[in-house]
């Protein structure tokens, strides 16, 4: 079944669409549902329609906020920190193997064989 | 389990955080020096890491082989600094590190450091003099009392917390972390509390093993009845004759 895609939608609607919106747009696409894509951000789904169509009658400003810290800040989720921010766990990679704590070597433990490692050892 | 929401509802990690917290917001007039204590396996660790992770502190579990050069060696490497040759220079290094990177120090096990003596603990109270940031000792029950033996030490203190008994609520919490795929009814989580004495390590070889009778009997629910012929956690085994 072939459907237009959010995004391409977005941009039609917007002329060219801003990136939180395509953002919103590409969770849409993602999960195919805008439904669920407004569950995630914290907005009700009429709302993350009308964004889309670009006819939202409320503060574009209050919803771009919800919209950037739910889907586009750069998160991974670490199986021994929970959630950090991508450029630590990058930095947690780089370290060398550590005997300071049980927790820094459960850390190095995970790193070894975790898939966002980009130096792993296939 | 990673380090994030949910053990953040443990009795102990609130414990923590809060005390944590308070130093944080230590006036400048006073050392911001915190002593959190309990019996083993109440749970101090993971609620020393849930606020390392949380608060980006340098966190070291002091080892029963280290001394006090080791123990600066390792501090050190884990801020990322070569570690100069004496422990003199260290000290003087890893003061500068700390003072600049405003980073607080868990230092865990700390028991080893005060059975080293005044000397060694005294080391430790010039790192956190001059640096001023938030530190954190954490140590068996008797920590306390071994600490008060020196007056200089025992006044810098700014909050002694203890470690409580895990409650029947953080029983539950710990089966939602550890058995997230059972539903373990609440009389079973209750017993299982009883029996641990409090003790958060028991728990978790409790809800272990009742993990291990669910999948063998494919249960996704467990009951009070299910568990009447299990023990929670072999005690040391009786000594065998032949």
């Not at chain 1, 969770?27 to 894509?37: G, K, R």
Request: neutral net charge; charged residues 25%; proline residues 4%.
């Amino acid at each position: 079944m072939s459907r237009t895609s959010t995004v391409e939608t977005a941009n039609e609607a917007w002329g060219a669409a801003p990136d939180w919106v395509l953002a919103l747009a590409q969770t849409c696409d993602e999960l195919e549902s805008q439904h669920q894509t407004a569950k995630r951000v914290g907005i009700s789904a009429t709302a993350v329609n009308q964004i889309l169509k670009d006819k939202y009658p409320g503060n574009l400003g209050n919803v771009e906020k919800k919209v950037r810290a739910a889907l586009m800040t750069d998160k991974v989720s670490c199986p021994v920190l929970g959630e950090i921010g991508s450029s630590q766990c990058l930095e947690n990679q780089g370290k060398p193997f550590s005997a300071a704590s049980s927790l820094k070597v459960q850390l190095w433990k995970a790193c070894q064989q975790c898939e966002q490692n980009l130096n792993r050892k296939e | 389990m990673a380090l994030d929401a949910q053990p953040a509802l443990l009795t102990n990690v609130t414990l923590f955080t809060e005390l944590m917290n308070r130093l944080l917001n230590t006036p400048d007039h006073l050392t911001p020096l915190g002593v959190f204590y309990g019996f083993s396996g109440f749970g101090k660790t993971i609620s020393a890491t849930f606020a390392a992770n949380r608060h980006g502190a340098l966190y070291l579990e002091v080892g029963a082989s280290w001394t006090v050069k080791k123990f600066c060696q390792m501090a050190l490497k884990e801020l990322g600094v070569v570690p100069a040759k004496t422990v003199t220079d260290m000290v003087e290094q890893l003061i500068e590190t700390l003072a600049i990177e405003t980073r607080p120090l868990i230092i865990d096990e700390f028991d080893h450091i005060a059975r080293m003596g005044e000397k060694s603990v005294n080391i430790i109270r010039e790192i956190l003099d001059k640096a001023q940031i938030p530190v954190i000792l954490i140590g068996e029950e008797y920590l306390p009392s071994s600490l008060k033996r020196w007056e200089r030490f025992d006044n810098r203190v700014r909050s002694w917390v203890a470690a409580q008994p895990a409650s029947v609520s953080d029983a539950k919490r710990l089966a939602k972390m550890y058995a997230p795929e059972l539903t373990i009814a609440d009389p079973v989580m209750e017993d299982m509390a009883t029996q641990a004495n409090g003790i958060v390590r028991r728990i978790c070889h409790g809800i272990e093993t009742v993990r291990e009778a669910a999948s063998l009997k494919g249960l996704s629910e467990v009951e009070l009845k299910d568990v009447a012929d299990i023990t929670y956690w072999q005690t040391r085994p009786a000594a065998r004759k032949h």
